[in-house]
């Protein structure tokens, strides 16, 4: 399978705990994208990646998270001092620039954060 | 502000008949949009997308969407409803203020009934 792999699937913590997710995208592409999804809501974007450089950061991303993709390649999600709050589900797409539009983003199955 | 909306929560269709999913925009400039379906336990995947041109956008699985500039529309639809396109259906914006940021709709859950 040649598509965006996330991992885990699944993740039960308890508040306060940290957490990280993995991301594997398409090895061709260049960009990455954060999202978080909560149950009836769209995708809300985190953070987005064009190689290894993080050019954005949504405005509403607490200090408590922090992404990294430190060879360009696999992308890491960690959340700190975990909230009930951050209980979602967190997706991860990579696209292949360069595009001036917005290229078509390919998504992973996501990873559903459960905070007790 | 820059935003999509999608105003049926849900959409109900028997099969083989056509099927439209709404959504209406407002950006500034002209928009980029896009569908997105996701299937239960599956990533969102990309069904077609219009930059400019042909206001009939073609896409994956037979889906097609419509562009219209005066009603800020790009409603989804298709001629022929199948049971398997029961899903989760989101439109999505461009946003002009970012690097290829994508501002979504809350979703539509399409039902087909056999």
């Known amino acids: 399978d040649t598509g965006v792999s996330q991992d885990p699937r699944h993740k039960i913590t308890k508040r306060g705990q940290n957490v990280t997710f993995r991301c594997d995208p398409i090895?061709?592409?260049?960009?990455l994208y954060w999202y978080r999804q909560t149950l009836g809501q769209g995708p809300e974007f985190l953070t987005y990646f064009q190689n290894e450089a993080q050019l954005e950061k949504s405005r509403l991303l607490s200090d408590r998270f922090s992404a990294e993709r430190p060879k360009g390649s696999f992308s890491t999600l960690e959340i700190q001092r975990t909230e009930q709050g951050d209980s979602a589900m967190y997706l991860c797409a990579s696209s292949l620039g360069p595009d001036r539009v917005g290229p078509e983003q390919f998504f992973g199955p996501g990873t559903r954060l459960t905070v007790l | 502000a820059q935003s999509v909306a999608q105003p049926e929560d849900q959409v109900n269709v028997a099969e083989g008949n056509p099927l439209t999913v709404k959504c209406t925009y407002s950006?500034?400039?002209?928009?980029?949009l896009f569908w997105y379906v996701q299937y239960p336990n599956r990533g969102l995947q990309f069904l077609l997308k219009?930059?400019?041109?042909d206001n009939l956008v073609k896409g994956s699985y037979g889906f097609e969407a419509e562009f219209n500039k005066s009603q800020t529309s790009f409603h989804l639809k298709k001629p022929s409803a199948l049971v398997s396109d029961s899903a989760l259906y989101f439109c999505?914006?461009?946003?002009?203020?970012?690097?290829?940021?994508?501002?979504w709709g809350a979703g539509t859950k399409l039902i087909i009934k056999p």
């Open positions: 950006v500034s400039g002209n928009p980029y």
């Open positions: 219009y930059i400019t041109g």
């Open positions: 090895s061709e592409h260049n960009r």
């Open positions: 999505a914006v461009r946003d002009m203020d970012s690097n290829y940021q994508l501002i």
